[in-house]
C-alpha cells in the first residue's frame, strides 16, 4: 500500500470555523491532490499540487485553499466552513513523470460541519 | 464534465459475469477505473489509454473506443470480494486530472 495518511480522520466542527486537513505520504511523489466525495457526486477535485509551492484549482474549489511547503505534505484549509463542506476527503498521489500514471488515495477525513 | 456510469447497481452470484459502462460527451485522453469498499479509500485498477495502451490488474479487463468517449470494464467469474463501487475516472486534457463518475454499486452474492 502507498505509505499515504490524512489528519485528522474524523472531525465535527461549527459554521464559521476555520479547519485544516492534513495529507502526509512517504512515497516522494510528486503529484498531490485533494477530493471531497459526497453521496450522488462521486468523488471531485478540489485542488491539486505538482510540486512544491505548486497548486492549481479543480472542479469545486471555491471555499477551499492548500498549500506545499514540503514534499510530502498537502494541506487543505476550510477558511470559513460551511454545512456545505460536510463531505469525506481523500488525499491522492501520484508519481508523475512522463505519461499517464495512477493515482493512491489515503483513508480519507469524515468532516462534519454543524 | 462528468461521466455518466451505467448500470448504477448490480447484483451477481458468483462466477457470473458482468459488465460496467462509462460514457463521455468529452473527447478523452485516458479512462481510469477504481474500486471502493464501504468505508474505505478508491483502490486503482485500470488505466486505458489514447491509442490503446492499458496498465493495471491482470485479472480485470477493460476497452476503450476512443471515438466514441466510452470504455467498459469486464468483469468475469466473479468472486465475492469483488463486492464494492466501481468509479471510472476521465481524463479529457492528459494532466490527470480525473473527473469521476458516480460509481457502480455491483454485489456479489453466494
Known amino acids: 500500500d502507498a505509505g499515504i495518511t490524512q489528519s485528522p480522520r474524523h472531525k465535527v466542527t461549527e459554521t464559521g470555523t476555520p479547519v485544516t486537513l492534513r495529507c502526509h505520504q512517504t512515497?516522494?511523489?510528486?503529484?498531490m491532490y485533494w477530493y471531497r466525495q459526497d453521496p450522488g457526486h462521486g468523488l471531485r477535485l478540489i485542488h491539486y499540487?505538482?510540486?512544491?509551492?505548486?497548486?492549481d484549482k479543480g472542479e469545486v474549489s471555491d471555499g477551499y485553499s492548500v498549500s506545499r511547503s514540503k514534499t510530502e505534505d498537502f494541506l487543505l484549509t476550510l477558511e470559513s466552513a460551511t454545512s456545505s463542506q460536510t463531505s469525506v476527503y481523500f488525499c491522492?498521489?501520484?508519481?508523475?513523470?512522463?505519461?499517464?500514471?495512477?493515482?493512491?488515495f489515503g483513508p480519507g477525513t469524515r468532516l462534519t460541519v454543524t | 464534465q462528468q461521466p455518466v456510469q451505467s448500470p448504477q447497481a448490480v447484483i451477481l452470484r458468483e462466477g457470473e459475469d458482468a459488465v460496467i459502462n462509462c460514457s463521455s460527451s468529452k473527447a478523452l485522453y485516458s479512462v481510469h477505473w477504481y474500486r471502493q469498499k464501504h468505508g474505505e479509500a478508491p483502490v486503482f485498477l485500470m488505466i486505458l489509454l489514447k491509442g490503446g495502451e492499458q496498465k493495471g490488474h491482470d485479472k480485470i479487463s477493460a476497452s476503450f473506443n476512443e471515438k466514441k468517449q466510452q470504455s467498459s470494464l469486464y468483469l468475469t467469474a466473479s468472486q465475492l470480494s469483488y463486492s464494492g463501487t466501481y468509479f471510472c475516472g476521465t481524463d479529457p486534457g492528459g494532466a490527470n486530472n480525473l473527473f469521476f463518475g458516480t460509481g457502480t454499486r455491483l454485489t456479489v452474492i453466494p
Open positions: 499540487s505538482y510540486g512544491v509551492k505548486d497548486t
Open positions: 491522492a498521489i501520484s508519481p508523475g513523470g512522463e505519461g499517464v500514471r495512477e493515482q493512491y
Open positions: 512515497e516522494n511523489h510528486r503529484y
